[in-house]
């Protein structure tokens, strides 16, 4: 399987994360019916920790006998971006932009394209 960044996923990584922090770490349960694999889950969840959104350690489950990603919060960075992102009018207006540059953008883009939208949103109020 060829994997590739899904912003639409790492916001709903963020949503999921800040909801179910607790101080001792948590892993994060896949089920039959969540969209995406445990792969894609795992993928996104290395990139978030190098793009220093989240807290991460891999551990080893000794039960299982094998490695378990815990995630232990947001990082300031992530919390800022999850609160540019979070309102669901402002998102959608990020994926149209996305849609336009055939779903991918820089990383760095995004943020800033993320913050205006946000700020233009919370301005309006």
Same mark, same amino acid.
């Not at 349960?29 to 995406?36: A, F, K, S």
């Not at 378990?68 to 990020?94: F, P």
């Given at each position: ?16 994360? !800040?909801?179910?922090?607790?101080? /001792? /770490? ?5 089920? !039959? ?30 039960? !299982? ?11 300031? !960075? /992530? ?23 055939? /779903? ?22």
């Amino acid at each position: 399987m060829r994997l590739k960044r899904d912003m639409s996923l790492i916001r709903s990584l963020l949503l999921d994360i !800040e909801a179910e922090f607790t101080e /001792g /770490g948590f892993a994060l349960e896949v089920t !039959e019916e969540d969209e995406y694999s445990e792969e894609e889950m795992n993928y996104h969840l290395q990139l978030m920790k190098e793009a220093k959104l989240i807290k991460l350690d891999i551990v080893l489950d000794e039960e !299982e006998e094998e490695e378990e990603l815990l995630i232990y919060g947001l990082t300031w !960075e /992530g919390h800022e971006l999850l609160d540019s992102i979070r309102e669901e009018e402002v998102w959608q207006q990020l994926l149209v932009k996305l849609k336009r540059e055939k /779903g991918s953008m820089p990383f760095s883009v995004l943020r800033k394209q993320a913050a205006k939208a946000a700020e233009a949103f919370y301005a309006s109020e």
